[in-house]
C-alpha cells in the first residue's frame, strides 16, 4: 500500500545500469509520461523476485519508495512483456531504438500523458511485427509523432523555405520539406520521390495498426528510418545510438 514516502504507478523499463554486485539502476517510463530512475535491489541475483518483473520494454506495476536521487523498487508486477514471444534480433533492436528516445524525450521534473501510452503501443507493435519493413516504419513514426509532440513537428505541408507545393526534398535542419529550387542551397537536404513524401506524411497522420497493416518495400522503409534519425539527431542535438545500431540491421 502506498504511504506518505511510497507511490504506486505503472512504468514502462526503458533501461538498465548495473549497480554493485546484485543490484540495477532502471530508467522508467511513468504513466504520468515523468522519468523516474529506481533501484533495484537484489535484481540481479539467480532467481531473484525481481529480476523477471524489471524485463526491458515490459510495463510493470511498482510500488516505490521516494529517495533523494534515486527511488527504490519496493514491490514489481509484471503487467505485460511485449517481447516475450518474438525476442528476434529485429524486433530487440526496434525495441531499443524506441527506447532511446522516449528516454531522451522524457523528463524527471515534467509530466506528459501522451507519452507512455503511445511508448507503450510502440512497443507492443514491435513485438507483434516479424518483418523488418513494418518495424523500421513504426519505429520511423514514433519519432515524428513524439518529437512533434515536444515541439518540433517538420512541416511536411508545403516549402519550409517559399511555400511551394511542389516539394521534393527533405531536410531536418531546414525544418521539412523543401522544393527542388531551394533545396539546392541546403547542404545534406535529402532528394524524395511522390511516393515517399506520401509515406513520410502519413507516419505522422496514420496510427500504428494503419501503418503496420499498409504495404510498403525495404527500401523505402529503410529510407523513412534514415530520415527519421536524422531529424531526432538534429532536434533532441544527440547521437542515438540504438537508431543507429538499427539503420544498419
Partial sequence: MAGARTYRTLVLVLG?????????????LAESGAQVRAVAKGARKPGGRLAARCELFSTTDM????????????????????????????????ASAVAEVAR???????????????????????????????????????????LARIGYRPDLSACVACGDAAV??????????????????????????????????????LRFDELASAQIDAPTAAFLLSLAHSWAATHLDARLRALEFLLGV
Fill in 16 to 28: 538498465k545500469t548495473k549497480l554493485k554486485e546484485n543490484d540495477l539502476i532502471l530508467t522508467l
Fill in 104 to 146: 531522451l524525450c522524457s523528463f524527471e521534473d515534467a509530466e506528459d500523458p501522451f507519452l507512455f501510452p503511445i511508448t507503450q503501443k510502440a512497443l507492443a507493435f514491435v513485438g507483434a511485427l516479424e518483418d523488418g519493413p513494418h518495424l523500421d516504419v513504426v519505429v520511423a513514426a514514433y519519432v515524428f509523432k513524439v
Fill in 168 to 205: 521534393s526534398w527533405f531536410s531536418a535542419a531546414a525544418g521539412g520539406l523543401l522544393c527542388a529550387s531551394c533545396a539546392s542551397s541546403v547542404a545534406g537536404a535529402e532528394q524524395l520521390g511522390c511516393a515517399e513524401v506520401d509515406w513520410l506524411r502519413a507516419l505522422l497522420g
Fill in 63 to 94: 510500488l516505490l519508495a521516494r529517495g533523494r536521487s534515486l527511488d527504490i523498487v519496493s514491490e514489481a508486477r509484471l503487467v505485460e512483456a511485449p517481447l516475450a514471444r518474438n525476442t528476434c534480433y529485429e524486433a530487440v533492436s526496434a
